[in-house]
C-alpha cells in the first residue's frame, strides 16, 4: 500500500507550534511524500498551506475531548483517501485522533510529535486510554522523552527527534560589520539581542534590568519583536520608561521584527535566552546555527540545546540579578566561542537529517 501522510492541525492560532507542523509537512513533501494537510478554513495555518503549495483538505473545528461524531466523519474521510499514517502536534487534536485510531484499526498510524511539556502527572485512566491509541510519541528533546516516561503510562514506541530548521537559510550570510549596518547600530562594541514579541513571557524587562545591575557598562542591546498584538501596550511601555533611565539611554535599540533573522543573529555578539522555561526554543538552534552563543535561562529544554557551555552559558531562571553576573562574566572575560564550531553543532537539527529521522520512525 502506498504510503499517504495526513497532517492534522485544527488550532486557529499561529505559532511555534503551527509553523514547525507546517514546515514538517512541506519538507517530507518535497522529499517526495504524498502529503495532504487538514486544516480549518480561513485559520493562519490554512493560509500559509496553501502558499506552501501543499494540498489543503478543511476540517469543521471539534471540540478537544469527546467529539465522536467529527472523530468518526473525519476517518471515514481519512480511509476514502486511503491515508496510512496521521499526525499531529497539537494536545487539542489527540482525542480525535483517538478517534480516528479506534475507528480504523491498523488501517492507520498516529503519530505526536511534541511541542509542549508536560504540566503535571497524565496517569489516570483518560490520559492512559487516549495515548493507548498513538503508535508513536516523539519528542524533541531527551529531558521530554525522560518526562514522558515519568509522568505517562505511554507503553507504545517513544522516540526522540528535534524539531529542524532549514541551515541554508542561515549560511551564507553577509559580515557582521555589514548586517550591524542593515539594523542600523554601533559597530564596535560587544552586543547582546533579544528576539520575540515584546512580551512579560520572552523577557524584555528581565535583560533590561539586568542590563542597570551590570557593573560593566561597555555594551548595547538589540531588541527585535514588536508589542502582542490587541493585547494592549502597558509591558511595552514599561519598557519603553526603564530604557529612558540614564545607564540605559542610547544603549537600547528596538528593531521591528523582519523575516530575515539571520541578520540579527549575525549582527549580535550573544543571544539572549529568557524566557521562564522554555520547551525547545527554536530562537536557540537559530542562533547557534548563525555562530552566535546564547545565554540562556536554566530550564525547559534551553539546557539542553546549550550543553554544558558547549554553545552558550546559563543563567538561573528569573533571575535578573544572575543574568547581570553572568553578563559581566562574558564582558570581562571576552568568553568566545568559534563560529565555525557553534554552526556544526547546529547540524543535527538540520530538516534533512530531522526528516530521515521521521521516516524511519514511520517505517516509511
Not at 200 to 219: D, E, R, S
Not at 270 to 282: D, L, P, Q, R, S
Not at 294 to 299: E, K, M, Q, R
Request: charged content about 25%; hydrophobic content about 35%; proline content about 2%.
Amino acid at each position: 500500500m502506498k504510503t499517504k501522510l495526513a497532517y492534522l492541525c485544527s488550532s486557529t492560532s499561529w505559532g511555534g507550534l503551527e509553523m514547525n507542523h507546517l514546515r514538517n509537512a512541506q519538507w517530507m513533501h518535497e522529499r517526495g511524500h504524498n502529503v495532504i494537510f487538514f486544516c480549518v478554513k480561513n485559520s493562519p495555518i490554512e493560509k500559509d498551506a496553501i502558499n506552501r503549495k501543499l494540498n489543503v483538505q478543511i476540517i469543521e473545528k471539534h471540540k478537544k475531548y469527546y467529539d465522536f461524531k467529527k472523530g468518526k466523519d473525519l476517518a471515514e474521510r481519512l480511509s476514502d483517501l486511503k491515508i496510512t499514517h496521521l499526525i499531529i502536534r497539537s494536545t487539542y487534536d489527540m482525542s480525535i485522533s483517538a478517534t480516528i485510531k479506534r475507528t480504523l484499526k491498523d488501517k492507520i498510524h498516529t503519530s505526536y510529535f511534541m511541542e509542549m511539556q508536560l504540566g503535571i502527572k497524565k496517569t489516570n485512566f483518560l490520559h492512559s486510554l487516549r495515548f493507548a491509541y498513538l503508535d508513536l510519541w516523539s519528542c524533541p528533546l531527551n529531558w521530554l522523552e525522560n518526562q514522558v516516561q515519568r509522568m505517562t503510562n505511554f507503553k507504545n514506541e517513544l522516540t526522540v527527534i528535534p524539531s529542524g530548521i532549514n541551515l541554508f537559510d542561515f549560511s551564507n550570510l553577509t559580515s557582521k560589520e555589514n548586517c550591524r549596518e542593515i539594523l542600523d547600530i554601533p559597530q564596535q562594541i560587544l552586543t547582546f539581542g533579544l528576539i520575540g514579541r515584546f512580551d512579560v513571557q520572552k523577557g524584555q524587562l528581565l535583560l533590561l534590568n539586568a542590563m542597570k545591575k551590570c557593573k560593566n557598562k561597555n555594551f548595547n542591546i538589540v531588541l527585535l519583536g514588536e508589542p502582542t498584538l490587541n493585547e494592549g501596550d502597558d509591558y511595552f511601555n514599561q519598557m519603553k520608561t526603564l530604557m529612558q533611565d540614564e545607564e540605559l539611554k542610547n544603549r537600547v535599540f528596538l528593531k521591528p521584527y523582519r523575516k530575515d533573522t539571520g541578520i540579527f543573529y549575525k549582527a549580535i555578539d550573544w543571544m539572549v535566552m529568557a524566557t521562564e522555561a522554555e520547551t525547545f526554543g527554536m530562537v536557540t538552534v537559530e542562533s547557534i546555527a548563525c555562530g552566535t552563543p546564547v545565554l540562556g535561562s536554566n530550564a525547559g529544554g534551553t539546557p539542553e540545546i546549550i550543553g554544558k557551555n558547549k554553545n552558550g552559558l546559563l543563567f538561573k531562571t528569573l533571575n535578573e540579578k544572575d543574568l547581570a553576573r553572568q553578563m559581566d562574566y562574558i564582558i570581562d572575560n571576552t568568553i568566545q566561542h568559534q563560529p565555525e564550531e557553534l554552526i556544526k553543532n547546529a547540524k543535527k537539527y538540520d530538516h534533512h537529517s530531522v526528516c530521515k529521522m521521521v521516516e524511519n520512525a514511520l517505517n516509511i
